[in-house]
């Protein structure tokens, strides 16, 4: 035995000393351009080399060899090595054939055998895009997940909803795994309120974009399955340079550093110039642009009443607003050199003056090294970014540390390590019906400027007195001054996080494997609302509330993995694990009320004191495994099943267990008529999946409601204890979700990528917060009820119109289209609005049996038997007492085109956005209308006689109303129904003009590369049913993230942004 | 072999690592039962004490969530409308509703046992009391609603509805039962928010509940209660509410944050400087200041203006004051402001009072917020001297430590003064309208001193209203008052009007200021006042006979459905 082993390496070694040599060469796609990270393996063996940052590769190989030359993405070549020492390989674009895609728990699979559909987004579609917020940069680009901002302030929140809403009352928001672990993307707030959700950030806005290499969206539920109940929503799995998933350099160091500026302008109505603050045509300092004419030579004198005081060629003048001022004590005697000036009546621009054009600083760095047996990356992030609105900022930077390798022994260590801090002010920005906020809570700066008339000097008349209270040009001073909101007011959050990984894992054998993955994710938030006192809107004493919240997410997960070929046809692989997750929230507030000296936010300046607290923990146990087999590289069979326990519910009921399956086969190597130059490649694929969604903690139980501070009579402070409302659900089961989902992905004309997948999910035993009748003694309860349904389509495409080396046209895009249906809201019940009430004339999101999910309902005019609508002696509509449904605000269908265009280093790329239907509801239509700061077309100086028949006498109305009084009472404030609007938009959602400077420039510099990008984003676009002149942007939500849906209440002007970008590498 | 036995050492060995790396880090994440929540105490930590503290608060914010619509529908407040159909929404009264059924029901149900195993008997009597209120309260303005069924948690999530009689029924016995409780010493409630633990006066407010539930059901077909009403009367010396010492009221305080204690009204109208939320009603203002020919000096302590000439106002800030009154508004109905002259508006003069006429729905105007606002009496504004200074925010007046009048002792003699014209006793119940007249004017003139401030009737530099010549005069101008609707001459109201009941009613209403249960219930139950105001848009006065079910009860419970109108009568409204 050991003579034969001698001999054997005898051989070896001699066969090696003659034919070995060395064979260098570069490695690069069908455009020249050189593949960094290639693999270049001797066939049959593990020995192999990568290609280096420049694609080049240097190997010792024997004549008669094979080498094998293989890409992500790329199709694999293999070469037998002749005589020749140098050997440059293109390597073609692959198809589907051999790309490989990251799943479940950072599984790669093969594309080609995936039962489901998985999107990509790449870095370069992500990073420097002027937006610090990484959902907002995938807005539009992945078929099947909607992105909605809440507003355009920087820094607030994104709505993302996978596959339409699941959850009538839970949570719909997908889960986040970074670099393989659970992700916090909640958004906290201090004040919990409906109405003032809009102001918090989304806590993905932690990441930072421009360290992301890629992002997977896992859609379906068949795709989720090893995420457990987390995954139900769908899953953004991202890797980030740091990431042990990201995709192998070339060994060596690499730098690099990137920067970008850019301009963020806010997209304002397009408001009229030519009429003033008034009613009527008369002058007045009210909250209406109903007006005179601006230009003396129109109006007349007449129309200011005792207002006038003289004009010239130019302007009238009148008194000041500030001599009607009726609280005296604001304007005397401080402004005392104001009253009694005259006031020229002209356009003084206000709203445009208010806002200021915001600039965005991007500045990113990242540092690699790749050994032999593994990598070092490190990144570090800073972002800048200015709103638009005073006192709007967001600061952000991020450090990131992450490496892998192997150890001698064979064991793989990996692990990263990120901090994070954001810094987010802003002003107040909660909802508003058209003047103020709609929150007692707050203020609201945009519910106070949009609107402000024409004639109105915003920024040139005194907006706080010397004591610091706001004041304004209205009699009652009953509006707050925007400018003293954005000194006077804010919401801020500074975050300090830390997430990150350490993993093991081993290689046992060929065959087996196991690995053992630590997550943690710490986010502290210290946030806070703060308002001096003086003000008009929330509290006019002041009010500092401050909370901290501490929200920590620990999860582990355990593999043990085979993969075996069990003959030449069939293989098979295979895991088995379990994964513990653990959620802990930990919340304090303080509210403080009036405030001692003004200006001074601390809490020893307010005499009141209130204190509160939330704690919640929820533990998740799961289970589970996942089988695949394969059959001569075209039929894949995969099965998945999970057990999920959880701490959140009642012993009997906490656990259930769910399954997956998917089957995909390739038909084109099957039936040669798919393989040919029309079907270049065709696969068929169908998925089964489920998933369980278990109840937020605390609700299987009744609570006793504790009032330390109930009330004081006047002699001293009382306590109190409740029945809570709550009432607490035993018998509580976890929901079942399923899905079906199939699809087929194509090659034609070997230039087109055409994937369709289609896909039926249905939620059972909804875990719905209930209303219960106030009868029964409580007013809501948490209870398994009724039964959801999701259907869709999504289409993803690519076509390669031009591709000869220097030119290059890619042309892609994606579909998406799909409707909810509640099937069952439970026993009894037909219908429940899951949106608060504000008034009868704006809608509410309702849940009704036998329609989607959202609907809206609002007051309506009142018709009579003929269908007629009723009018008052008036000549006004009459709203009816009860809601009636006035729209569906789920879009038709939403589609995206890119055009991606290259020659030599130039490239172009620009997509365009268009969603197809879907109503919302616009405060800012109404508002700014009706008041008269805009003019759609109408005469406002024109009499109106509104359709129908007077509710009295039965004849058909003919009482005449003005314009003013149109705008005002029908479109501004009349029925809920005359301010829902087709939200059908078509948008320019990017533009990207980049160089790449050539290499042959760049050799003499210490630069590897250097490109330079313009970038412009949300450059036009147009909400085709709405009066142009508002320019209302429908991609935007105003109750901020959640179930709501179609809601605008003037939280803020949409925003475009404009930029430079540099990206050197070194 | 040999290979075979490696491989599953080597699996058994990384198993054991890794299992003692996860087991390490995760014991406390493998707990998967966390079910009690630690925001909030369990029912088993209840306080006795601390729920009867939030019965009796929610004693207050009940009637509180009712007494408005009560007066908007008597025209004592201003009603939006414009029409009663679409008046109120159905949500109008989930807030009262709710606090009946899912605070003063469930907390009477867990109080009430854990009391009684320890003999604390005032306390069961308060809550008898408050539960009694709340359910003839909800009959008096829904009908029938739950009762039988009601409050049971899991055990029925759709209750049905008991008849209003049998409720009234039930409600009377809980009377009967308190009355029992109060009638021995026991542990005094650590805060007795009404009465300071003195039973006797808890035992006088039952009785007056007993006589209100008593009389309000006198027109029932099966109502046999005169002998329980006379004998109540016969001593109601001892055993009612009969002078304001022992008025059933909730009081307020005027801490304004943690927690703010204030008047919910007060609020309202004063918490920012000239910017007053609701509207007084014209009618109501008028019957003070221009429809008799004495001074009412409750006037100046219910309303407060801010404006001493409304005339002056243009268009945009009393949109009606180039208006014609509409064709079913007679000449001598008030319109648009006491003083308006519709037909040469430019004739029109103003003492300030500044309301708007019955449903009247126009938006609101930029009038500056300078309206009539509510005055000190009942919810703790500022006293009107005369001044005609805007509301300059929350620091004026009582600073909002007023009261929620529930059942005051000007309520009982009116209330006894209507037993009386009802059966006849025509000179009692004048005797007893001149005492319920006289204890509404010792109420509202004494009530900052009362409220311990009475600095806060105040006469400011500027005041067109003299102290010394008010002060000094307020005795006899009450007296001129007293004497002028009810005294015995023959030229008093009382003794020259045929609609003796209209009388008695139209001044109960001036009395019930603060407190619309009444104002609405006696309407109901008198047909009188026979001359309101119309509503301003429509001739037709279908007023509202109950409230429609709260729109969340009826979406949510498959026992109840929603009235089929607004028109449909409670069961003693015949």
């Given at each position: 035995m050991k003579i034969t082993r001698i001999f054997f390496v005898f051989l070896l070694s001699a066969g090696l000393a003659f034919g070995q040599k060395t064979v260098t060469g570069v490695v690069s796609d069908p455009n020249g351009l050189p593949l960094p990270g290639a693999t270049v393996l001797i066939s049959g063996t593990t020995s192999g080399v990568t290609t280096d940052f420049d694609g080049n590769y240097s190997i010792e190989v024997e004549e008669g060899v094979s080498l094998v030359f293989s890409f992500v993405g790329y199709e694999t070549q293999s070469v037998v090595v002749g005589s020749q020492n140098n050997l440059n390989i293109t390597l073609s674009e692959g198809n589907q054939l051999s790309e490989v895609v990251v799943t479940a728990l950072g599984l790669e699979r093969e594309a080609r055998s995936l039962g489901y559909a998985v999107t990509t987004v790449g870095s370069e579609e992500i990073?420097?895009?002027?937006?610090?917020?990484v959902a907002r940069t995938l807005t539009g680009k992945v078929a099947g997940v909607n992105i909605t901002n809440t507003t355009a302030t920087s820094g607030s929140g994104t709505n993302i909803i996978i596959r339409?809403?699941?959850?009538i009352t839970g949570s719909n928001q997908p889960l986040f795994v970074v670099d393989g672990v659970p992700f916090n993307s909640s958004t906290n707030g201090e004040s919990g309120t409906f109405w003032n959700g809009i102001t918090e950030s989304s806590r993905f806005l932690d990441l930072d974009p421009n360290s992301i290499e890629k992002v997977d969206v896992l859609k379906g539920l068949n795709a989720t399955v090893l995420y457990g109940q987390q995954g139900r929503n769908g899953v953004i799995l991202i890797t980030t340079k740091n990431g042990a998933g990201a995709k192998p350099s070339a060994k060596g160091t690499e730098v690099s550093v990137s920067h970008s500026t850019f301009i963020n302008e806010p997209v304002l109505p397009d408001y009229q110039n030519d009429y003033g603050g008034g009613f009527h045509q008369l002058f007045g300092f009210f909250f209406s642009n109903g007006g005179p004419n601006f230009d003396p030579a129109i109006?007349?004198?007449?129309?200011?009443?005792?207002?006038f005081l003289r004009e010239d060629a130019n302007n009238v003048y009148v008194k000041h607003p500030y001599d009607y001022i009726a609280n005296r004590s604001l304007v005397e005697p401080e402004f005392s050199d104001i009253v009694g000036t005259e006031y020229a009546y002209k356009n003084y621009r206000g709203v445009e003056n208010f806002f200021e054009n915001g600039l965005v600083n991007t500045t990113s760095i990242n540092l690699r090294s790749t050994g032999d047996n593994g990598f070092l990356n490190m990144s570090f992030g800073r972002t800048d970014d200015e709103g638009f609105t005073p006192n709007n900022r967001l600061r952000k930077t991020n450090f990131g540390l992450g490496g892998a390798g192997t150890l001698e022994n064979g064991i793989k260590i990996n692990g990263t390590l990120n901090y994070a801090n954001t810094d987010y002010t802003t002003p107040p920005i909660a909802a508003s019906l058209g003047s103020g906020s709609v929150s007692t809570y707050t203020s609201s700066i945009f519910g106070d400027v949009m609107?402000?008339?024409?004639?109105?000097d915003l920024m040139g008349l005194p907006y706080q007195t010397s004591d610091g209270r706001s004041i304004y040009y209205r009699s009652g001073n009953d509006i707050q001054n925007p400018r003293w909101t954005a000194e006077n007011a804010f919401d801020k959050e500074l975050v300090n996080r830390v997430f990150g990984s350490f993993g093991l894992a081993y290689d046992i054998n060929d065959n087996w494997s196991i690995s053992y993955k630590y997550g943690i994710d710490n986010t502290s938030q210290y946030s806070q609302h703060a308002q001096n006192k003086g003000g008009v809107d929330g509290n006019a004493t002041g009010i500092y509330v401050t909370g901290d919240e501490i929200t920590t997410i620990q999860n582990h997960n355990f593999t043990l993995s085979f993969n075996q070929q069990l003959t030449d046809e069939i293989s098979l692989g295979g895991l088995v694990g379990t994964s513990a997750n653990r959620q802990t929230f930990t919340g304090r507030y303080t509210t403080n009320e009036n405030q001692l000296v003004f200006g001074v936010l601390k809490p020893f300046n307010f005499v009141s004191q209130s204190v509160g607290s939330f704690d919640a923990e929820q533990n998740i146990y799961g289970a589970f495994g996942d089988l695949s087999f394969s059959y001569n590289d075209y039929l894949y069979l995969n099965v998945t099943g999970r057990q999920d326990w959880s701490s959140t519910m009642e012993a009997e009921n906490n656990s259930l267990f769910y399954k997956g399956a998917s089957i995909s086969f390739i038909a084109s190597d099957v039936i040669p008529a798919l393989s040919g130059d029309v079907v270049n490649y065709a696969k068929l694929r169908v998925g089964y999946g489920e998933s369980a969604g278990f109840a937020n903690p605390y609700r299987t139980r009744s609570l006793l409601s504790l009032n330390?501070?109930?009330?004081?009579?006047?002699s001293g402070v009382i306590q109190a204890n409740t029945t809570s409302n709550t009432l607490g659900n035993r018998a509580l089961q976890p929901e079942l979700l399923s899905e079906i989902e199939i699809g087929i992905d194509t090659r034609l004309f070997n230039f087109l990528n055409f994937n369709v997948s289609a896909y039926d999910k249905e939620t059972t035993n909804l875990i719905t917060t209930r209303t219960l009748p106030g009868s029964t003694g409580y007013t809501s309860t948490t209870v398994n009820a009724g039964k959801l349904n999701v259907k869709g389509i999504e289409v993803d495409w690519d076509a390669d119109l031009i591709n000869n080396g220097n030119l290059r046209w890619n042309l892609y895009g994606n579909f998406t289209a799909e409707e909810s249906l509640i099937v069952s809201l439970g026993e009894g019940v037909e219908e429940f609005t899951y949106t608060p009430v504000v008034s009868s004339a704006r809608p509410q999101n309702y849940a009704i049996v036998g329609y989607p999910l959202g609907m809206m309902k609002a007051n309506v005019r009142q018709t009579n038997d003929a269908g007629e609508f009723l009018i008052d002696d008036d000549g006004f509509y009459i709203a009816t007492t009860e809601p009636e449904l006035v729209g569906d605000p789920n879009p038709d269908w939403t589609t995206g085109i890119t055009n991606s265009l290259s020659w030599k280093g130039l490239s172009l790329d620009f997509t365009w956005q268009y969603r197809h239907g879907g109503d919302m509801f616009s405060q800012d239509a109404a508002t700014l209308v009706g008041r008269g700061v805009l003019n759609p077309g109408t005469n406002r100086e024109g009499l109106y006689v509104l359709d129908g028949v007077n509710k009295n006498t039965g004849q058909v109305n003919t009482t005449q109303i003005t314009a003013i009084n149109y705008g005002f009472d029908v479109f501004s404030f009349g029925p809920g129904e005359l301010q829902i609007f087709d939200a059908t938009t078509i948008r320019l959602s990017e533009v990207n003009l980049s160089y790449d400077f050539p290499r042959s420039l760049m050799e003499k510099t210490p630069f590897g590369s250097l490109t330079a990008t313009l970038t412009g984003i949300n450059l036009f676009y147009d909400a085709v049913n709405v009066p142009d002149v508002v320019n209302f942007d429908s991609n935007t939500l105003s109750t901020g993230v959640g179930n709501a849906m179609g809601l605008s209440f003037i939280t803020g002007p949409s925003s475009r942004r404009v930029g430079l970008t540099l990206k050197a590498t070194f | 072999m040999k290979k075979l036995n490696t491989f599953k050492n080597k699996i058994i060995s990384s198993i054991t690592v890794l299992t003692v790396l996860f087991s390490l880090n995760s014991c406390e994440t493998l707990e998967l039962e966390i079910l009690e929540s630690p925001n909030a105490l369990t029912p088993a930590s209840s306080d006795i004490d601390f729920y009867l503290n939030a019965m009796q608060l929610n004693m207050g914010s009940f009637f509180n969530g009712v007494k408005d619509e009560g007066m908007e529908l008597t025209r004592m407040m201003h009603l939006y409308g414009p029409f009663y159909e679409n008046a109120y929404a159905t949500t109008q009264m989930s807030g009262p509703w709710n606090d009946a059924y899912s605070d003063i029901f469930t907390d009477f149900s867990n109080m009430v046992p854990r009391a009684e195993e320890k003999g604390w008997e005032t306390h069961i009597g308060i809550a008898k009391f408050i539960k009694a209120y709340a359910m003839i309260t909800l009959v008096d303005y829904l009908g029938d609603v739950p009762y039988s069924q009601a409050a049971l948690g899991v055990e029925n999530l759709n209750p049905g509805v008991d008849s209003g009689a049998s409720i009234y029924d039930a409600a009377l016995a809980l009377i009967q039962e308190a009355k029992n409780h109060f009638s021995v010493p026991a542990q005094s409630p650590s805060n007795d928010l009404f009465y300071g633990g003195d039973r006797a006066k808890w035992t006088r407010a039952t009785n007056t509940l007993e006589l209100k539930l008593r009389l309000q059901r006198r027109n029932a077909a099966d109502s046999n209660d005169a002998a329980a009403i006379n004998s109540l009367i016969s001593n109601a010396a001892s055993g009612l509410i009969v002078s304001k010492a022992q008025d059933f009221q909730f009081k307020y305080g005027t801490l304004n944050a943690s927690p703010d204690s204030r008047h919910p009204q007060f609020v309202d109208d004063?918490?920012?400087?000239?910017?007053?939320?609701y509207y007084m009603s014209n009618a109501y203002m008028a019957e003070f200041v221009a429809q008799k020919d004495v001074i009412d000096v409750r006037a100046n302590y219910y309303f407060y203006r801010q404006d001493d000439d409304v005339s002056d106002n243009d268009d945009n800030e009393i949109p009606c004051g180039n208006e014609r009154r509409p064709d079913h508004y007679s000449l001598s109905e008030i319109f648009c402001y006491i003083g308006y002259n519709d037909v040469t508006p430019s004739l029109s003069t103003s003492n300030g009072y500044w309301g708007r006429d019955h449903g009247d729905n126009d938006g609101i105007p930029p009038d500056g917020g300078l309206r009539t606002a509510a005055g000190l009496y009942p919810i703790g504004g500022q006293f009107d001297d005369g001044s005609f200074t805007a509301t300059s925010g929350n620091q004026m007046g009582l600073k909002g430590a007023g009261i929620q009048p529930i059942l005051l002792s000007s309520y009982t003699h009116f209330m006894i003064a209507e037993w009386n014209l009802v059966n006849g006793n025509t000179e009692v119940a004048r005797q007893f309208l001149a005492s319920g007249l006289a204890e509404s004017f010792s109420k509202v003139t004494g009530f900052a001193a009362e409220m311990g401030n009475a600095a806060a009737v105040e006469f400011r530099s500027g005041a067109s209203i003299s102290e010394t010549e008010f002060l000094g005069s307020l005795q006899a101008n009450i007296d001129a008052y007293i004497d002028y609707v009810a005294g015995t001459g023959a030229t008093s109201l009382w003794n020259t009007t045929n609609d003796k009941m209209g009388l008695l009613v139209q001044e109960y209403f001036l009395a019930l200021f603060g407190n619309g249960v009444e104002a609405y219930n006696t309407f109901r139950r008198t047909d009188k006042p026979s001359d309101l105001q119309p509503l301003l848009k429509t001739v037709n006065n279908d007023m509202i006979q109950s409230f429609f079910y709260p729109r969340t009860e009826v979406d949510n419970n498959n026992q109840l459905n929603q009235k089929s109108d607004h028109l449909q009568k409670v069961f003693w409204d015949n």
């Open positions: 990073e420097q895009k002027g937006v610090a917020d339409g809403m699941t959850s109006n007349d004198p007449r129309q200011f009443g005792s207002y609107y402000t008339p024409r004639s109105v330390a501070k109930a009330f004081d009579q006047g | 004063y918490e920012l400087a000239a910017d007053v939320a």
